[in-house]
């Protein structure tokens, strides 16, 4: 049992950080063996196989939420700032714009003003 979960956590992980995204089999197989396991109920590893075939022939889709470009942007140190950006699409090179040029516009030295008290 703990070989099958562990193959299926590692293989999540690996994907995760491939593609930013969660594999939703796998992710199903995690929850069960988590509320399995909340339950102290043992899985069969053949119940796992089974399911694992069950969940194959299914089309599962999670909900990718949307790059933010800018945020990604802002915590890229200086280094790897020219190879992210070469790896960045035509849509995200313009979002990155336009949230360069807010932030040109936000602190522009020339659009300061001092109050007089």
């Given at each position: 049992m703990n070989e099958y979960y562990n193959y299926w956590s590692r293989k999540e992980k690996v994907m995760n950080k491939m593609k930013e995204e969660v594999i939703p089999h796998a992710q199903i197989i995690e929850e069960w063996y988590k509320l399995m396991e909340q339950n102290n109920v043992s899985v069969q590893p053949k119940a796992s196989?089974?399911?694992?075939?069950?969940?194959?022939?299914?089309?599962?889709?999670?909900?990718?939420?949307?790059?933010?470009?800018?945020?990604?942007?802002?915590?890229?140190?200086?280094?790897?700032?020219?190879?992210?950006?070469?790896?960045?699409?035509?849509?995200?090179?313009?979002?990155?714009?336009?949230?360069?040029?807010?932030?040109?516009?936000?602190?522009?030295?020339?659009?300061?003003?001092?109050?007089?008290?």
């Open positions: 196989t089974i399911l694992g075939t069950i969940l194959a022939k299914y089309d599962i889709s999670t909900k990718i939420q949307p790059r933010d470009i800018w945020k990604e942007a802002l915590s890229i140190t200086g280094a790897e700032l020219s190879t992210w950006y070469a790896s960045l699409s035509e849509s995200e090179k313009e979002q990155y714009e336009e949230g360069r040029l807010k932030a040109n516009k936000k602190h522009d030295p020339n659009n300061r003003f001092l109050l007089k008290g």
